[in-house]
Every structure is written in structure tokens, then in C-alpha cells.
């Protein structure tokens, strides 16, 4: 990030849309989620597989309190707990959880597994080669984790719940591994979990096979999660999330949890979060940021424009909002503190302080040349600001008349009439009468000295009238 | 008028106050953020005083004058204690109860609540349209007539509104339970002696009096209304920093609720007692008893407080239901959801109405075997939905540092065991009445 003279800051936005618009289209048809935007109301279920599988299928229920039996076939405990550790494997059951009473709860690795069946679990070591259970934070617990939680589709909307786990089983020489090939959904799952340890277990598998099946793939389940503190983090990759626009992704994330909420913001990049919660709702947005570390928090607002920080920073306590600017680098503190001394009603209180101004007495082709050096937000381009020899406010350019200029012409020549501007403690109401009457895309705001502090832009105006 | 410019207007009006409220001093502040919440603990508490809440204080009233009115305190303070948990849990988690039952306790105890909660509902459901029934008599309208058309418009208002618009409707819902108050002042009661008995208990060692003790309490308090206050919470999408508002809420609610049936106790007291009528069941019946004592004029804000009544409970028990079943299951559930995206919400809510409708429409039907079995469901579902609360809401993972206080929970298990304890004597009476086919 480059920072130039009077608060002037730019982003490197460009490269990186250029390249996830690449990878939407080369993706755009392997699954849904990556193509959610474009999945109709039809077929947003189409990962929902019906009909038997083929082969046979172990169940996570079928496997809770099973007996494990060592490779002296000793009885060693009982299996209470299965984990999955995603950043090594997504989808192998690394770990089993096997409880022995009053004793230490002992952990079984998957490569100490010699065979699994619905009831009963062998190891190919001997008890005293299993390791002593310590809790995991990387580890994914399949019944605590997984079992019963909710299933959200790529809008966002509640779907069903999990009821059960199937697993299939890999063989290698030595040793069983199970993985996980999907999640039930349906009939079946939810006739296991009420049977189970009541109804002998071949008659439940019988009686089962008769029901309907409902099951989601594992490979579209893109799980969120929370952890002991009730935060939620994405165990799995959570680049679906970030290939949502943030306008859709705030819109999903209205309709979760709180904890969710912060659990998704806490996964995000900054630059991302930043985006997001400039379209959430003001009171979510406020709730998300008092909970969240100021350290973190201060980075996102930081990557916020300074008008949205400013206004999210208006509507939290006022010993938070310290805490916050206390937090940032001095000079954005500076700007956004700049800006909260502005009634939000007033036209300091819309503006940006991010702009680009240029003399003019430079040619187009001068500004064009520095502008590609820089990296602007696009969005900030739409109008160029210019200043004369004394720094003082002279016109404003838009962007398609200097496309259409000659490339030594003068930027001078190009400004648009009549000269419009406003000062700081304009009123709103003033600002949308300019932009009505000489429909304006953008309107620069000076201070005392004629000197350009910032710019209100149309979609600014656009918000405002939309939630007035 | 139409739904956009109801729309408009209750949009409007809100601005309105808020700006008005917001713009001021930290009183108007205050009350703006107030206002903001407002609404689940009220609406929950006084559908309490459903169409069966009101046939029981009737009987209470009418059989034992003022002498019961010392229970209301305590009460309100079971009401308020439990109803405080499910709302803390609401705000905090920002999930319904019959979520948390499914994510903290498993398929199967989910499955028993949603199944018994979706049977003793729809009983409940019955007696209500049973109320709407009898109180359009009293206003000379035949059941065939109100009964599908008040099916028809708690339908009708579900489905269309927005959760504002329907919450505006049942907020008003609530005022109308002043009717009661003007039935009471109607009435010329004693009320330096209502005022007494309400603060000092006066406990009679007979049969009579402790059963109808046992059901003011267990109309009261039921389960489906957690259920309902959490879901209503969490659609509103309050947040931990709104937590002292929702409390407020809900202890308003409680208040108001008891208040409602103090009115209803003296209102039946200083006329149905006063003059030998002491074997009434039936709030129609009160009504009817109420003309030649009080004139007709009580007598018609009575029947109208029981219409009111019947009416929004009707619209909030298979919501409620509604809600326990999709939590459960996943479902996308609420008011502010069109029918396709939340089919199967819409469609419980629609089984619920039409079936407990239709039950009522058949004639000669035995209501009172109906009536039993919900108040009997009642009571076998409530002791267990009370546990699972206490037990979520003392869960440090799930509330942090939200859970219960010691003094708090030590108030929380004495209502619940002593509300256990009722509900057993309201089961075993049920039974026995189900044996003995006494109405």
C-alpha cells in the first residue's frame, strides 16, 4: 500500500480482481459453489445426492461406543469420539477417541486401525503403544463438530441438519482407514440415531436400506464451525467464501449466528472483512466489531475507506472508538478522527478523504502515465480533481473526456463548467440538490483555503437517499 | 388497504418516535432503544392468559372469590425467572432452544420434543379455536361461521406479513386484554379486600382448592412459550448489547400478564362468587353468567378479551410448534421468510390451523377428551423442556459469562421443581378424570 501527500492512499485492487474474475470462469462449472451467484432457486440443491450407493457404508452412529480390542485382543475402551485433522487430510478420520472409565481416555492414530466394523474396532498394536488423549484445537470432532449442526446453503439459508456420517473404508496393507464420504441428511441417518444401542444393529441396517436416501457429498461441505469459545472459525478452506461478492456475503451473514458472524469476519483477510462490513447492516457491524480484538479490529477499519470507518466508528461507545484510533497508525487515525469532527448530516460527514487530484497545467498524458504507476481504487478514478499553482481548488475532470483527448492537451482545457464545490458543514440536503441539478457523479468538498479536502461520490449520495 | 401502505405506515410511525426519541436526552434515548426491542416477552407472557388460561381463572374466581390472588406474586416470578432463560439464551447464542436442544443433546431427545410438542400443540390449538367458538356465541355468531374465518385470517396474517407487521399486530393484540380491566371496574369489586389477599396467602388444606391451584399455575407457565419467546428473539435478530432491553421485555410481559388475570380473578369474584355461582368451567359460560350480575357491557368486554384472546393464541401456538420442529430439523424457519423459502415452516403452521380448526367444526366432538390430553401433555413436556433450559443455560461454552448466577439458579430449580412437582398432580388429575370420563 502507497500512501501519497494529503492523506492520498491507494490500494492494490486491480491485479487481484483480474484474477479471481479468471478464476470464475475457468471454474464455473466444476461445482456450485463456485458459481453460486449464477445457481438458480432450481437448482440450488444440486448437491444433494438420492438414491442407494453403492457398496457398503460404515455410520459414525453405528461406530460411537463401539468396543476397541487391541492386537492381543484385549478389550482396551470404548469409542466415543472420532477426529478429523482437515489441515493434513480433509476427509480421513485421523484420530479415535477410546474411553476407559475412570482412566485416562486413550487416542488410537489411523494407522493403528486393523479393522472396523459396525460395533467393534481392532488395533494392530497393543494398548500400551496408544497414545495418552490431549484435546486438539486443529482437530474437527465428528460427533461434536459435525453431528447436528446446521447445514446453510450457498444463499445462506438454514437447510437441514446433520444426522449422521457415513464413512467409507480405505484398505492398505496394515492398516483401515475411514473417510468420509458424506453427510446424511435424510431418513435413514435419522432412524439410526433414534434406534441405535435400542434395536439390534442388523435390523436397524435393514429396516433402513427400505427409506429414502438424502445425502450431501462431503467435498461440498464447507464447514463452519465453532470452537470451545463459541468464536466460529472455517476449518476447511474458506476460499468460497471470499470468491461471494462481499455484498452477498454480508447478506448471508445476516442471517447467522452471531458467534457465526464473528467466526466468518475472524477467517477473512482484512482487506476482505474491510469490504464486508462496509455492507452489513450498521448494528451488526458494530456488534461484530465491539467483540472483536482491537488489534484486529483496528487493522480492518484501517482498510477501510475513511468515510466508512468514520462512520462505523460513530456508532460504537465512545471509549471503544478511542481504543480503536489509539490502535491505528497515526496518520488514518488522523484522517478518520478528521472526519468523525464532522456531523454525519453534513457534506464533511459523506466525503472521502481518498482522492486524486493533479495540477493543471499537466497534460493528459503526464496524468495518465502517473495515474498507471499508482494503483488507484477504481472506483476513485471515475473524476479527477485539479488544483492550481496555489493548491487551491480548479475544476474537476471526469475520466471519459480524458479518454477522449489528445494526449498532449492540458488538463486545464478539459475541466468541466460550471465550477461546483461545497464546503465541510454543507448540509446533506444541499449536497443531493447539487447532484440533482447539474447531475453531478461527484462533487469535491474544500476547506477555508479553497484547497481540496475530499470528495462525496454518487453511490455516497445513492446509500443516503436509499436509507433515509 | 393493502400491505405496502400498512408497510408504510408502521415505518413511518416508527421513524417517527424513533427520531423523535433519539434526538433527545438519555431518557428518550433510553426508551428509543427500548422501543427497538420490545415486544417477544410481552406478546409471550400474555398469550399465557390464552383461551384455557382464562377458563381457569374463571374457575378460580368464581369458586374461590379473592382467595387466590396471593399466588399471582409468586408466579410472576416463576414466569419471569424462566422466561428470563430462554431470552438470555436467545440474545447470547443467537439460535432458538429447540437448536440448542439438537446441537447440545442429540437426535433422540430432539425428537421427543418435537414430537410431543407437535401433539400437545395441536390440542392446545383446538381449545383455542374452542374459545374463538364461544365467545362469537356470546355475540350471537354460529361457530360454523367464525370458527374457518378466524382459521382463515391468523392464516392469512402469518403468511403475508413481515415479522414487524405481525408483531405490531399482536403488540395491539395485548392492549385489547384491557378489556378485562374495564370487565373489572364494570363489576364493582372490593378492592381493598383484592388488595389484601393479594399480599397475604391464604392457604386452604382441600382438594378443590389445590387442584385449581395446580392448573393457574400450569396454564401459566407451558412450554411452547420458550419456544416461541427464543425464536422470536433471535428473529429479531437481538444481540448481547440489546440483553438489558430484552429484560426489561420480558419482565414487563410478566407483569402485565399477572395483571390481566388479577383483573380476570376479581372481575369473576365480585360477581359469579359474590351471588352462589361458584361451578363455572367455562370462560363462554362466565360470560353468559355475567349479564344479568354485571350488565351486559361486562359481559361483552369479557367475551371480547376471550375472542382476543383465543385469536392470537391461536396465531402464536403453531408458530411456536412451527418453530420447535424446523429448529430441529434445520429447516429454515420464520415470519419474515416467503412460503418457498421456508416451505416447511408454512406448512406446519398451515397443518396446525386447519386440523385444530377442523376438529373443533365437527359436531358433538368431545372436547373436553382434547382439552385432558393437552393439559396432560402439558404437563408431562414442560418438566422436561425446564431441565433442558436450566441445564443450556448454565452451559459456560454456549453463554459465557451469561450463564445463571448461584442465587439465580438456586430460584430457577426451586420454581422448576416446584412446577414439576404441580404438574405431576395436574397429570394424575387428568387421568383420573380421562378414567372416570368426567368433563
Same mark, same amino acid.
Request: net charge negative; charged share 20%; with cysteine.
Given at each position: ?147 447436528d449442526?446446521q ?7 438454514k437447510v437441514v441438519r446433520?444426522n ?21 441428511v435424510?431418513?435413514?441417518?435419522a ?47 474458506? +476460499?468460497? %467464501? #471470499? ?7 454480508? @447478506?448471508?451473514? =445476516?442471517? $447467522? &449466528? ?64 478511542? +481504543?480503536? %484510533? #489509539? ?7 488522523? @484522517?478518520?478522527? =478528521?472526519? $468523525? &469532527? ?127 | ?97 429447540s437448536d440448542?436442544?439438537r446441537?447440545?443433546?442429540?437426535f433422540?431427545?430432539t425428537f421427543?420434543?418435537m ?209 420447535v420442529i424446523c429448529e430441529g430439523m434445520g429447516f429454515e424457519a ?10 416447511a415452516f408454512?406448512?406446519l ?91
Amino acid at each position: 500500500m502507497a500512501r501519497g501527500r494529503n492523506g492520498l492512499r491507494v490500494f492494490c485492487f486491480l491485479g487481484r480482481e483480474e484474477k479471481k474474475r479468471k478464476k470464475l470462469t475457468t471454474e464455473g462449472t466444476e461445482g456450485p459453489q463456485s458459481s453460486q451467484r449464477r445457481v438458480t432457486q432450481e437448482h440450488s440443491h444440486e448437491w444433494l445426492c438420492y438414491g442407494r450407493k453403492e457398496g457398503e457404508m460404515l455410520f459414525a452412529t453405528e461406530l460411537v461406543g463401539a468396543s476397541a480390542y487391541d492386537s492381543q485382543e484385549h478389550f482396551v475402551g470404548r469409542v466415543r469420539e472420532f477426529f478429523v485433522e482437515p489441515a493434513e487430510q480433509p476427509n480421513r478420520i485421523s484420530h479415535f477417541l477410546i474411553s476407559r472409565g475412570r482412566f485416562q481416555p486413550l487416542v488410537a492414530r489411523y494407522d493403528q486401525v486393523s479393522k472396523v466394523a459396525p460395533g467393534r474396532i481392532d488395533l494392530n498394536v497393543s494398548e500400551r503403544a496408544l497414545d495418552a488423549y490431549k484435546p486438539n484445537e486443529g482437530w474437527l470432532a465428528v460427533q461434536k463438530d459435525l453431528l447436528d449442526q446446521q447445514i446453510i446453503d450457498t444463499k445462506g439459508r438454514k437447510v437441514v441438519r446433520v444426522n449422521d456420517v457415513d464413512l467409507s473404508e480405505m484398505r492398505t496393507n496394515e492398516h483401515v482407514e475411514l473417510r468420509i464420504a458424506q453427510v446424511d441428511v435424510g431418513l435413514p441417518g435419522a432412524f439410526r440415531r433414534l434406534l441405535q444401542g435400542i434395536a439390534p444393529s442388523a435390523m436397524v441396517r435393514k429396516l433402513q436400506g427400505k427409506l429414502p436416501q438424502r445425502s450431501i457429498r462431503w467435498e461440498f461441505v464447507n464447514l463452519i464451525e465453532p470452537d470451545p469459545l463459541r468464536r466460529v472459525k472455517l476449518r476447511i478452506t474458506h +476460499e468460497k %467464501l #471470499e470468491d461471494l461478492h462481499p455484498a452477498d456475503l454480508a @447478506e448471508m451473514m =445476516e442471517e $447467522l &449466528s452471531a458467534a457465526e458472524r464473528q467466526g466468518i469476519i475472524a477467517s477473512l483477510d482484512e482487506e476482505t472483512a474491510a469490504k464486508v462490513l462496509a455492507e452489513l447492516d450498521e448494528r451488526l457491524t458494530t456488534q461484530i466489531v465491539e467483540r472483536m480484538d482491537p488489534e484486529k479490529a483496528a487493522d480492518i477499519l484501517e482498510e477501510m475507506a475513511p468515510d466508512a470507518a468514520a462512520d462505523l466508528l460513530a456508532d460504537l461507545p465512545k471509549e471503544t472508538s478511542d +481504543e480503536l %484510533l #489509539e490502535e491505528m497508525p497515526n496518520l488514518e487515525a488522523e @484522517e478518520v478522527r =478528521e472526519l $468523525l &469532527s464532522y456531523d454525519s448530516a453534513t457534506a464533511g460527514g459523506m466525503m472521502n478523504t481518498e482522492f486524486a487530484y493533479v495540477s493543471e497545467a499537466s497534460s493528459r498524458e503526464e496524468v495518465l502515465g502517473w495515474l498507471r504507476k499508482q494503483e488507484f481504487n477504481l472506483e476513485q478514478l471515475d473524476t479527477i480533481v485539479l488544483v492550481d499553482a496555489h493548491a487551491q481548488f480548479s475544476g474537476t475532470v471526469p475520466m471519459a473526456r480524458m479518454l477522449l483527448a489528445a494526449p498532449e492537451q492540458l488538463m486545464s482545457e478539459l475541466k468541466t463548467e460550471p465550477l461546483v464545490s461545497i464546503t465541510p458543514d454543507a448540509s446533506e440536503k444541499d449536497v443531493f440538490e447539487l447532484f440533482d441539478k447539474y447531475n453531478l457523479r461527484m462533487l469535491t468538498v474544500i476547506d477555508e483555503e479553497k484547497r481540496p479536502i475530499g470528495t462525496v461520490t454518487v453511490d455516497d449520495v445513492v446509500s443516503r437517499l436509499v436509507n433515509a | 388497504m393493502n400491505l405496502t401502505t400498512i408497510n408504510n405506515l408502521i415505518d413511518r410511525l416508527r421513524g417517527r418516535t424513533l427520531t423523535f426519541f433519539s434526538k433527545g436526552n438519555q431518557w428518550r434515548r433510553r426508551i428509543a432503544l427500548f422501543l427497538a426491542v420490545v415486544g417477544p416477552g410481552i406478546i409471550t407472557s400474555n398469550v399465557d392468559n390464552d383461551a384455557g388460561g382464562i377458563a381457569t381463572y374463571t374457575q378460580a374466581g368464581s369458586a374461590y372469590g379473592y382467595a387466590m390472588l396471593w399466588s399471582l406474586v409468586p408466579m410472576t416470578i416463576a414466569l419471569y425467572v424462566t422466561m428470563e432463560m430462554c431470552s438470555r439464551m436467545g440474545v447470547i447464542t443467537g439460535k432458538g432452544l429447540s437448536d440448542l436442544i439438537r446441537e447440545e443433546f442429540g437426535f433422540r431427545s430432539t425428537f421427543f420434543v418435537m414430537i410431543t410438542g407437535f401433539l400437545v400443540d395441536l390440542g392446545n390449538v383446538v381449545a383455542e379455536f374452542a374459545g374463538v367458538a364461544a365467545a362469537a356465541q356470546i355475540f350471537g355468531l354460529s361457530k360454523y361461521i367464525a370458527v374457518p374465518m378466524a382459521a382463515v385470517a391468523v392464516w392469512v396474517l402469518v403468511l403475508k406479513g413481515t415479522y414487524r407487521q405481525v408483531e405490531v399486530v399482536f403488540l395491539v393484540a395485548c392492549v385489547f386484554y384491557l378489556s378485562y380491566l374495564f370487565s373489572a371496574l364494570l363489576s364493582h369489586p372490593d378492592w381493598m379486600l383484592a388488595a389484601r389477599m393479594t399480599v397475604i396467602p391464604s392457604i386452604h388444606v382441600d382438594t378443590g382448592y389445590l387442584i385449581t391451584l395446580t392448573a393457574l399455575v400450569g396454564t401459566t407457565i407451558a412450554p411452547w412459550q420458550f419456544f416461541y419467546l427464543q425464536a422470536s428473539f433471535v428473529e429479531k435478530k437481538v444481540g448481547p448489547r440489546q440483553y438489558p432491553q430484552a429484560r426489561m421485555d420480558v419482565l414487563l410481559g410478566s407483569i402485565s400478564c399477572m395483571v390481566i388475570v388479577f383483573f380476570i380473578i376479581i372481575c369473576t369474584a365480585a360477581t359469579l362468587h359474590a351471588s352462589g355461582l361458584t361451578n363455572i368451567s367455562d370462560a363462554g359460560e362466565a360470560a353468559k353468567a355475567l349479564i344479568p350480575l354485571a350488565g351486559k357491557w361486562a359481559a361483552l368486554t369479557f367475551a371480547f378479551g376471550l375472542l382476543n384472546a383465543s385469536l392470537f393464541a391461536a396465531t402464536i401456538l403453531p408458530l411456536s410448534t412451527a418453530h420447535v420442529i424446523c429448529e430441529g430439523m434445520g429447516f429454515e424457519a420464520g415470519i419474515d421468510h416467503k412460503f418457498r423459502e421456508a416451505p416447511a415452516f408454512y406448512w406446519l403452521y398451515t397443518i396446525l390451523i386447519v386440523v385444530g380448526a377442523g376438529i373443533v367444526m365437527i359436531p358433538n366432538v368431545p372436547l373436553w377428551k382434547i382439552f385432558i390430553f393437552s393439559q396432560v401433555g402439558n404437563g408431562v413436556w414442560l418438566p422436561i423442556v425446564v431441565i433442558f433450559i436450566l441445564l443450556l443455560v448454565n452451559r459456560k461454552d454456549l453463554m459465557g459469562e451469561h450463564t445463571n448466577t448461584l442465587l439465580f439458579n438456586v430460584v430457577a430449580w426451586v420454581t422448576a421443581i416446584f412446577m414439576i412437582l404441580l404438574t405431576f398432580v395436574l397429570v394424575g388429575q387428568g387421568i383420573y378424570q380421562w378414567a372416570h370420563g368426567v368433563g
